[in-house]
């Protein structure tokens, strides 16, 4: 009955338009489309060529929205819930339906995040972000993959051509986000943000998310969420994205995609491991790449399945990559002990834990390895080992994670110390 429902109401939907000057109805008329703003923004980058928007808007909610006949820059008026506690934030939806042109995106946060995250409405000014990415942005087009059928694994993405390695094969931004913990409001005003959420995106993207997958019972869109969503940071709060399309690939324990994501944009792009064939299955892991099968095995029930990947599937490929997996987490732990922090056997564990990564096809991994041994040097006085391998985990990061992804933010931070102790 609830999916009935919400279908109903999908397919009834709103006549989404974001409010112009020049066609304001009658009940808008009075709508501040320039309200006072209080915070820094420049998220077009130090490149962009127009006027500087140096202040953000002041949080908006329910209430605000009403009294100040504005909830600039968003599409509806917030809907919000009361937390149970009295000093704990209201939680409201925010809805936008022109997101890099005419995507929708619905955001169920705080005010002051929702505030504070505005800059993610913002088009990057390409210049910039190429400067920044130390790349260009090369987008596959036509996509060189469909959605299919693969009866007993469900939908899945087949490549319909051949697919070179480093290729983006798809660029995509969050339809809804949700803050990561729930649990100062009631789960039913949760599950009606949700509903509301979704009601107020384009028609064609709220039918489009009812068709993923879902798999541990309860309302279904939260069902879909749970199911399908990726970790994403919003102002520094947790908070889970769903990507549409890129929740169509299923997982693989050695996959043959990557996914790379832009906490400023909060773009995730789509990435080739390696060369892949025509009518090959695209995949790639939910989980950390460099898991045994058992703990892999027990996390990955979570999504109601079993893998069946090719390395799951063959215990004697399974015992040798356990035996791999197994030996690279001895090795770093071994980096730990003050005894072995000695030039010779940090060098001889450096190669042996490259090797078997390589062999183990764990190349997105290899950035944090780099960060560890960058320390490790560091900590030994051998700064220019230390640097060496600082780089070298800001390039891997950077390419694996993201220009500006959280973990090469926070290696290129600690390059940028070690080059100050040289500089003193």
Known sequence: MRYYILTLALRLGFVAAEAQKAEVPDWLKDYNFDPPSVCNSDPAGPLNPREPRLTCPLPVDDETAFEKRSWYPWTYPPMCVEAEKATDPKLCVYTYIKLRG?????IITTPQTASAGIDILEDLDPRWEEWARGIPMTVSDPPPFEV??????????????????????????????????????????????????????????????LNLAH????????DIINTNAFGVLLDD????????DVSRLNHACKPNMFSRFSSTSLGMEVVAYRDIEPGEELTFSYLPLNLLSEQRQTLIQE??????????????????????RGRIQDLLAELDDPEVR???????????????????????QIGDFYTIVADVYSSIGDVESALRYGGLAVRE????????????????????????????
């Open 303 to 324: 999504w109601g399945f079993n893998c069946s990947c090719s390395l799951c599937i063959d215990p004697k490929e399974t015992a040798i990559s356990d035996r791999r």
């Open 215 to 222: 798999s541990k019972g309860g309302y279904i869109i939260d």
């Open 102 to 106: 005419d995507t929708g995106i619905s």
């Open 237 to 244: 709060v947790d908070h889970s994205g769903l990507y549409l």
């Open 397 to 424: 990061l950077k390419h694996y994670a993201g220009y500006d992804h959280e973990r090469t933010k926070s290696a290129t931070s600690f390059l940028e110390s070690l080059q100050r102790k040289i500089n003193v």
């Open 148 to 209: 299919v059928d693969l009866k007993d694994k469900g939908m899945g993405v087949i490549a319909n051509r051949t697919i070179r390695k480093d290729e983006i094969i798809m660029l995509r931004y969050p339809t809804i986000i949700r803050i990561l913990d729930p649990r100062p409001w009631k789960p039913q005003d949760v599950m009606r943000l949700l509903h509301r959420a979704t009601v107020q995106l384009p028609k064609n993207q709220g039918l489009q998310m």
């Open 342 to 364: 000695k030039p010779e056997p940090v060098k001889k564990i450096v190669d042996e834990i490259l090797d078997l990564c390589k062999k183990e096809g764990l190349a997105a």
